[in-house]
């Protein structure tokens, strides 16, 4: 589902984040990539969303070289990919409903399916309760819950998340990460750079750990490799 063959990735700086970089990820895989800081990791999963465009190599994304794409065509793929950051990134302004209500109105999604859709995510995350909260009567965790709510409504084939626990509690982070086995489970791919020791070697996924922009171990069912 993503095949990227010899990306290389030089800022306009000069840094070279990735460095020759060969991956195959199938479908409904569950991975995450992991790195000491500055390695390349997030790098490597925007050139996934062609947030990041490679200097050099091909990325397909479900049988289409994304680096070919149009800048008017990337929207399209973007609908086939969920993102989730460390820093939430909800509207402000709009209520939890509305916030994963604008994603779908965003595709232009039938207003009758709108509703079912949203309260389903919102139940699939247990924040049904708070849907007309804003987001700034939210919890960090329930902030976290509700931008995974988001990046799921629209049904995408994979979610890429970068460093999703990052900024929570350990309980909060193993609540998301309940979240995410459960979107993984319903046949999601899940893509996710972590610095989260505990959770990588306790879930015993497929590792790639990322060091200088290039691929130094890839094991079915790794363990995170480093210091906390
Ligand atoms: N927009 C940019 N312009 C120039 N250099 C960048 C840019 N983004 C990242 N870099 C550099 O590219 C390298 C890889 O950065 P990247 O953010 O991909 O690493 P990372 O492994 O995700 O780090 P961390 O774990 O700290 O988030 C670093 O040297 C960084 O300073």
């Known amino acids: 589902m993503i095949e990227m063959k010899d990306v290389w990735k030089a800022y306009p700086n000069g840094v070279m984040a990735v460095n020759g970089i060969n991956i195959s990820i199938d479908k409904g895989e569950f991975v995450y990539i992991v790195g000491p800081s500055g390695a390349g990791k997030s790098t490597f999963v925007k050139l ?16 289409t070289d994304i680096t070919k794409l149009k800048n008017r065509q990337v929207p399209k793929l973007r609908r086939q990919i969920g993102v989730v950051f460390q820093d939430f990134k909800l509207l402000p302004k709009l209520t939890v409903y509305e916030n994963i209500a604008f994603a779908q109105e965003v595709i232009e999604e039938h207003p009758r399916n709108i509703r079912t859709r949203v309260m389903e995510v919102l139940d699939l995350v247990k924040l049904q309760h708070k849907a007309r909260s804003f987001p700034d009567e939210l919890s960090g965790g329930e902030h976290q819950r509700v931008s995974i709510a988001r990046s ?20 909060n982070a193993w609540s998301i990460m309940d979240i995410f086995e459960e979107i993984n489970r319903s046949g999601t791919t899940v893509v996710m750079a972590t610095h989260n020791k505990s959770i990588v070697n306790t879930m015993k996924r497929r590792v790639i750990a990322i060091e200088d922009g290039m691929i130094v171990r890839d094991e079915l069912r790794g363990e995170y490799g480093y210091e906390a």
């Open 48 to 63: 996934m969303y062609r947030e990041v465009k490679p200097t050099k190599g091909t990325i397909h994304f479900n049988g």
């Open 152 to 171: 799921i409504v629209n049904n995408p084939s994979v979610v890429i998340a970068d460093e999703p626990t990052g900024n929570l509690d350990p309980e």
